[in-house]
């Protein structure tokens, strides 16, 4: 637990990686971070890409598997 304090203390309040300036509550630094974590930020695990775009192309190759040639 600590360690995903220090780095939503890190790159969510001490940085401007996903925001343009700065959050008037804690509530709005907590969702922006959420929101960039989960959809922009780029997974080694998953090819140094996005997991929105991971989890598109995943889907879009199920479904060519799952049509008959």
């Not at 401007?16 to 930020?41: C, E, K, M």
């Not at 929105?52 to 879009?60: L, N, P």
């Amino acid at each position: 637990m600590e360690g995903v304090t220090g780095l939503y203390k890190t790159e969510c309040v001490g940085t401007t990686i996903f925001h343009d300036g700065p959050y008037r509550a804690l509530a709005d630094a907590t969702v922006g971070h959420v929101s960039w974590d989960n959809q922009r930020r780029l997974r080694g695990s998953l090819g140094m890409v996005p997991p929105v775009e991971f989890g598109q192309a995943r889907r879009a190759a199920l479904i060519r598997a799952s049509q008959p040639v």
